[in-house]
Structure formats: structure tokens, C-alpha cells
């Protein structure tokens, strides 16, 4: 007889749902000839000298733990990549983490802030892991919806409507998974404004700053007034093509970082010591490599923008990350609809985008993470398929520029 263990769980770990982009992701990895346009991974692989760098820490021995913090000689890297690129300064002793991947950086960011209860504004549409981090911690998450009208982003005004004596912490994302939209300067100068009326805290994932196209990024810590409320996360997964390292890095004010690393030593320890030789080299030796990466993605965005406009499917122009988010209502389908139907017909894998939040139905997100010639038979399909729902293409004279 079997027997029931569903009462042995946490009310809160019960009620999280699947990651809504790992199901079509897995549905699209079972099937024979599929495009997959779903998880946002670089297709480059990890440069040679990063990989280099890491096989020699392996054969000279360097396997064990490291610092909890991770290795002195990488968050002084660290801080100087944050310093050089962006402007921020932090000690790489006491305020600096070397975590696994930008995910944990998150997760320990909410853990040492959030107490039951406390609200964390999230602006969507959003990554899928960012509500449940929040409910897993003890907070609430509040969406702030964004829209098309307005290129996705946020603004002080909404953002200002959504406070609440509940409120603690905001989580910025810019450039944005799932829409690419990215906050600059100015934008970020006025919602500072509003964080500091209301003595906020953010949590800016910095994730995709590598991945700017068309304006300078700017770090949510180098404004006035910003440094001593937010908590910096970044890595090396999409800028430097390293997402099965799992490695990325969180700063911060000394007092918020030194109860984020109480937790990262009971729950992780530290990252892995070889990696994290890898890590040293990334930011020392690859940026014409990075540079080069970008400037392939900033084409192929063009290139898929201008392509998803002209067949139907209305798209705004992301200013980074390597994320489309065309708007799908044109079909009459709904996001799941759109992405369940568009597999099994034409064998394309995108995510449906209410996965991002209730401001996401109607729009799917897709990669552009691939290579060339298959975002040009992807394209194909995509087009093919919404005919066949009746979308009529919308010629314009647009050059589009590819590799």
C-alpha cells in the first residue's frame, strides 16, 4: 500500500508550479528535428582560454574548497570588471560572493532580507524563478505589469502605485528576460527617485549587461544615492557564454552581503575551485571575445525583428539581452495555444509568454541565441505557421542587416 507523503510538505513548496519554459524545452528535446528558439542560452561555446584555464587549475591540483566567499584573487577581478565597465566600487574582502550562478545570488538576496510577509515589487513580464524565490523566503511578490505601448519598461508612476506599507524591495531586471526591453540612464534616474522616497531596497539583476545594444548600460548602483540600497547580481553565463558553469557573483553594502554569505555557507559552502579559475580568466583575457558575441546578436536581433514585423507578428526592438517578445494575438491563440500548436505543426519550440506573468499572454518569447541559419528556417516555419491561421505578411522596405 502507498503511502501518502503529501502531507510531509511545506504548504509554500507545494504550491510552486513548474518552470513554465522548461516544459517546452523538454517537450522539444523529445522530438526529431525541432528548432528550438526556448532556453536562453548563448550557442557560442565557452571561449578556449577560459576552458584552458580550467583544465590547467584541474591538473595542478586546485580541488578543494575555496573560501566560502570564493577565491580573494577572483572577487578582486570582480571588482575591478564592476569598476572598469561600470563605475561601481566594492572591497573584494567583505563585499563581494562568488555564488552558483546568478540564480543563487537571487535567492540569497531574498533570504537575508525578506521577513514573512514582506513585499518584493517584480516587474513583468518577468523571469519565471523570481516570484517563487520571493514565496520561498517568506515574501509576497507584487507584479508591476508593463506593456508594448511602452517598450516593456517600467515606470516611477507604476511603480509608485504598487507600494504598499508592505513594501520592501524591488527587483530590477534590465535588459529584461523575457522582452529585452532595457532601462536607461534617465529611466533609472527617475525610478531612483521614487525607491529612495520610500526607502527601498532593489535587487538589480545585472545579468545581461554584456548584452546592450543600442544605448550605454547602466549600473543601478552607480546612481546617487543607490549604492547603499541595492544588491548587485551578475555572472558569467549569457555575456561570457558560460551557463553550465554556474557561476555568478553578488555585491553589496557590507552589512547585507555578511548575512547573504552566512547563508551561502550553510546551504553551498563555496562555488567549485577550478571553475572559479576559469572565472579569473574570463575577466582578464576574453573581452574582444564578449565583444564579438554581442555584435553577432545585435545582428541576428535585427535581422529577427525586422522579419517577425514583416510576417504579422508585431515586435518591438529590444535594447539587449537576446530575447524577441512578438505579440501573437494576431492569430487569435493564446500563448500556449500558439506555442503547443506551432510545435507539433511546424516543429519550432518558443515559450508561450503568460509563463512570465499575466502581462505576457498574447506574446511568446524567442531566442535569438542561435545560430543564423536557423533563425532564418525557424522564421520560415513561424510564417508558414500563422498563415495558416490567417495572419497576413506586412512588406517593408527595410534592409536588414546579417552576418
Keep these: 500500500m502507498k503511502h501518502e507523503l503529501g502531507h510531509y510538505l511545506s504548504q509554500t513548496a507545494k504550491e510552486l508550479q513548474p518552470s513554465g519554459i522548461r516544459k517546452f524545452f523538454d517537450l522539444a528535446a523529445s522530438m526529431e528535428g525541432v528548432i528550438s528558439l526556448g532556453v536562453g542560452e548563448p550557442d557560442f561555446t565557452t571561449p578556449w582560454s577560459i576552458r584552458e584555464a580550467t583544465i590547467l587549475s584541474l591538473e ?4 578543494s574548497y575555496t573560501a566560502n566567499a570564493g577565491l580573494l584573487e577572483l572577487r578582486e577581478e570582480i571588482t575591478n570588471y564592476l569598476n572598469t565597465r561600470f563605475g561601481v566600487q566594492y572591497n573584494p574582502k567583505n563585499q563581494v560572493i562568488v555564488t552558483i550562478g546568478a540564480s543563487q545570488g537571487i535567492d540569497l538576496a531574498f533570504r537575508a532580507i525578506l521577513n514573512q510577509g514582506d513585499e518584493v515589487l517584480i516587474v513583468e513580464p518577468a523571469f519565471v524563478s523570481y516570484g517563487p524565490l520571493v514565496a520561498i523566503a517568506g515574501g509576497t511578490p507584487v507584479p508591476v505589469s508593463t506593456s508594448p505601448e511602452n517598450g516593456f519598461k517600467v515606470t516611477p508612476e507604476q511603480i509608485e502605485a504598487a507600494i504598499t506599507p508592505k513594501t520592501k524591495a524591488i527587483l530590477l531586471c534590465s535588459p529584461n528576460n523575457p522582452t529585452g526591453s532595457m ?5 533609472l534616474i527617475e525610478i531612483a527617485k521614487v525607491i529612495r522616497k520610500h526607502d527601498l531596497l532593489v535587487v538589480s539583476d545585472e545579468i545581461y549587461a ?13 546612481l546617487e544615492g543607490m549604492y547603499e540600497r541595492t544588491i548587485l547580481i551578475n555572472g558569467f553565463s549569457k555575456g561570457f557564454a558560460m551557463t553550465g558553469w554556474r557561476l555568478g557573483f553578488l555585491a553589496g553594502p557590507e552589512e547585507l552581503v555578511s548575512v547573504m554569505l552566512k547563508i551561502h555557507q550553510y546551504t553551498t559552502m563555496c562555488a567549485p575551485h577550478m571553475l572559479q579559475h576559469g572565472a579569473i580568466e574570463a575577466l582578464r583575457n576574453t573581452y574582444d571575445e564578449v565583444i564579438a558575441m554581442r555584435n553577432s546578436y545585435r545582428r541576428r536581433r535585427n535581422y529577427v525583428v525586422q522579419t517577425l514585423n514583416q510576417m504579422g507578428l508585431d515586435c518591438h526592438m529590444p535594447g539587449g539581452a537576446f530575447y524577441v517578445f512578438p505579440s501573437i ?9 500558439f506555442a503547443e500548436e506551432l510545435l ?9 509568454g503568460h509563463v512570465f506573468g499575466e502581462s505576457g499572454e498574447g506574446y511568446i518569447r524567442c531566442s535569438y541565441a542561435t545560430s543564423m541559419s536557423q533563425l532564418q528556417e525557424a522564421l520560415k516555419r513561424i510564417q508558414r505557421f500563422i498563415e495558416s491561421k490567417g495572419v497576413q505578411a506586412k512588406p517593408q522596405p527595410q534592409k536588414v542587416e546579417v552576418e
Excluded: H, I, N
Design 344 to 352: 507539433m505543426q511546424e516543429k519550432v519550440a518558443v515559450v508561450p
Design 210 to 222: 554584456e548584452l546592450s545594444y543600442d544605448e550605454e548600460f547602466c549600473s543601478v548602483p552607480a
Design 183 to 187: 532601462l536607461t540612464k534617465k529611466d
Design 329 to 337: 494575438r494576431a492569430t487569435g491563440l493564446s500563448s500556449e495555444q
Design 60 to 63: 595542478q591540483g586546485y580541488t
